[in-house]
């Protein structure tokens, strides 16, 4: 990052706040960004804005709180790349169950050459929602992938091909289910037509028309502007993200991890594409959970490919303007 004071003569204030910024590039179901920090004078509070909560897709708020994680884990990162090392405290008082986690006892360490680059991938990350190319992904790239969500905590399961099959009729049923849900259809078109908000999907980055996989991704009830290919999912690595507990630190630890998962496939050179919607619906996601033999709860899939060549990866959706994310009232006589 380039700055006139360097990084170790700035107030730790400062870098909280400049943390808090970075974490808005994390990626976010719907782009609903449903996060809101807090700069203290040696903290920063991380808590969910109800308000941009999918009240009829996540009731209980599962992806919202797994957003929440992902800007967690970028805001970790910015620190570590500017030589802050901090703590973690998740869900630190159960008084205030909006309050996702702390980042505090910050001391001063070397920059983290591995965060700095991983930072540099948070600029570049998007979401290809078409199909990917013919070429395989290489296995070292889905093991370092593996080891990125399995250094946070949650695991990663990968799917032969029953189990792809499998996946696909869970996804078939869970995007009828809320074809006919008239809330669902109505919080995708508010999601979907927040041009100038700074939040939602512009038409830009969803595909001109649906396409042909094997695994359907999400109908979002409108067509968007970008082109689509006759490629399918044929080479794609499809993936559970699970683990033991489905309570809201598990959600929190799961989107730490999904940003882990994300950015690393960003720097190897791989696209990822969350897809939530067998998760949404109680009934399929049991049959995930089946899919995992019971071993533990599906936070999300994955779908890992390498993008078409013939084809300009898509805009960045946008972001909302950093002072509506970032409260620094408690520091703003504080900061340089």
Known sequence: MSHETPAADRPLTTALAE?????GHAPSVHNTQPWRWRVLPDALELRVDRDRQLAATDPEGRLSTLSCGTALHHARL???????????????????????????GLDRSGAD???????????VRHTDRRPVSDEPVPTSAVGDIARAVSAEGIRLQILDGDQVMELAAAASHADTIE??????REEL???????????GLPPEVLPEQQPQTTVPARDFGRVGELPVGPGHDKAAVYALLFDDEDEPDSWLRAGEALSAAWLTATRLGVSMVPLSGAVEVP?????????????GFPYLV????????????????????????VDTAAVRDQRS
Do not use: F, N
């Open 302 to 325: 994955l779908r890992l490919g390498i993008a078409d060549p013939a084809h300009a990866g898509p805009p960045h959706t946008p972001r909302l303007p950093v002072q509506q994310v």
């Open 179 to 184: 074809a006919e849900d008239p809330q669902v």
């Open 19 to 23: 943390a808090a910024a970075t974490a």
């Open 78 to 104: 910015a620190l570590a790349a500017e030589g802050w090392t901090a703590v973690v405290e998740r869900l630190p008082d159960p008084a205030q169950p909006d309050l996702l986690a702390r980042l505090t």
């Open 113 to 123: 050459p591995d965060a700095m680059r991983m930072v540099q991938c948070m600029q």
């Open 283 to 295: 009934g399929t996601r049991q049959i995930l959970r089946q899919l995992l033999r019971g071993l």
């Open 189 to 199: 078109r508010y999601w979907t037509s927040r041009a100038g908000t700074g939040t």
